[in-house]
């Protein structure tokens, strides 16, 4: 029985694990389940899964997750960011997913690696803020970091037994939001829910806003540089509204390999459990008879946060951390009418130019750099 630990078991990924956890419980155990808020379903979770702990990183909760839980003794029950870090250090744990939101998923990611734990990773913004920090210290302690992401789950599943063959492009495919066809003047004018209605995939409100924004494409353009040693000028999106081609890889002979499935992330998340053995699925299949399969170029003009992230690479070093940062700021602002949509890519881009550089960041680099840029985010808003 491997042991998991789910950072984030109350977003849209943990819940989905849960499912796949659920359907092969012969193999898998919860060891481990973490919210940031969300205690009652936090509690809910721990009633049904038994986990050996649950923490809840905002520690104004923790009383009432207890009380929650005060006839499971046990079931140990910590709070805190601290509390984070070390649980993933815990001897019984395989593996890690981390489906935390955020610069916070981070620290206890870095706490996993050192504890040499198996990193499933569907929190993008870990390679986006310190990338060279988290492969370096995978290949020091020797730690295999599995993706999560439908699309880099794709890449990885292409390039499965093509050992050392080189990889010329990546295609990496996007839905393309709910604002694909819209103009800049309509753009200028939507609201948090109109950017929450995706087309196509049921996600947090964080990550639908960055797909709204195409933020979380230009995140796995540099999560997909990092994960499989690819230059950014060799990742090129692809706008595929049906999201049935899930990412692919063209090799130097001109042949491409594709990834394809109904979207469903319970796919990614089960092959990063199992891999290299692909376990049943209940599930709807795919019928290609049944829509076509269309393809665009994304409009950097419209949507200038993806050309801001390509930007963020070429530029290097705290780049990408403080990109992060102040779209975590606009992000949250936009969702509560603080920010317009548009907005949102010039405070980046300005907080971009203004945040201080740093050519070679340390961890405790990207810790300042993070609160700096979220300084100067605020202040325009």
């Known amino acids: 029985m491997k042991q998991i630990c789910i950072l984030g078991s109350t977003g849209s990924i943990g819940t989905q694990a849960l499912d796949v956890i659920e359907q092969h419980s012969d193999r898998y155990e919860v060891y481990c389940l973490t919210a940031n808020n969300r205690y009652e379903m936090l509690a809910e979770q721990a009633r049904k899964f038994r986990p050996a702990a649950v923490v809840i990183a905002n520690k104004a909760h923790y009383e009432a ?147 709204a924004s195409m933020m979380n494409k230009g995140f796995e353009v540099i999560e997909a540089k990092w994960l499989f040693g690819v230059e950014a000028d060799k990742i090129q999106v692809l706008v595929h509204p049906q999201s049935i081609v899930h990412s692919a890889v063209q090799f130097r002979d001109g042949g491409v390999k594709a990834q394809l499935g109904v979207p469903d992330m319970r796919l990614p998340i089960q092959y990063a459990f199992s891999f290299p053995e692909r376990l049943p699925l209940n599930g709807d299949r795919l019928d290609l008879f049944r829509q076509p399969l269309e393809f665009f170029e994304p409009d950097m003009e419209k949507f200038r946060c993806l050309a801001m992230a390509y930007e963020s690479i070429r530029r290097g070093g705290n780049v990408p951390c403080i990109m992060n940062a102040a779209n975590e700021v606009v992000n949250e602002a936009f969702r509560h009418d603080r920010c317009g949509f548009l907005q949102m890519a010039d405070i980046i881009e300005a907080t971009m130019q203004r945040a201080t550089f740093i050519a070679q960041p340390t961890y405790d680099d990207y810790i300042a750099s993070d609160a700096e840029a979220r300084r100067i985010a605020e202040s325009m808003l």
């Open 65 to 211: 997750l207890k009380l929650l839980l005060a006839d499971l003794p046990d079931i140990k029950v910590y709070a805190g960011a601290k509390a984070l870090d070390e649980i993933v250090e815990a001897q019984p744990i395989d593996m890690v997913l981390t489906a935390m939101v955020g610069f916070a998923g981070l620290s206890p990611t870095i706490h996993a690696i050192k504890a040499r734990k198996t990193i499933c990773l569907a929190n993008k913004e870990t390679l986006v803020v310190a990338g060279d920090l988290i492969c370096r210290l995978a290949a020091e302690y020797h730690v295999n970091i599995l993706p999560v992401d439908s699309e880099h789950s794709a890449i990885f599943q292409s390039i499965v037994g093509e050992g050392d063959n080189e990889i010329e492009k990546i295609l990496l495919t996007a839905s393309g939001g709910p604002f694909r066809k819209f103009t800049l003047d309509q753009m200028r004018d939507v609201k948090a829910a109109d950017a929450l209605r995706h087309p196509t995939w049921d996600m947090g409100a964080k990550i639908t806003i960055d797909s």
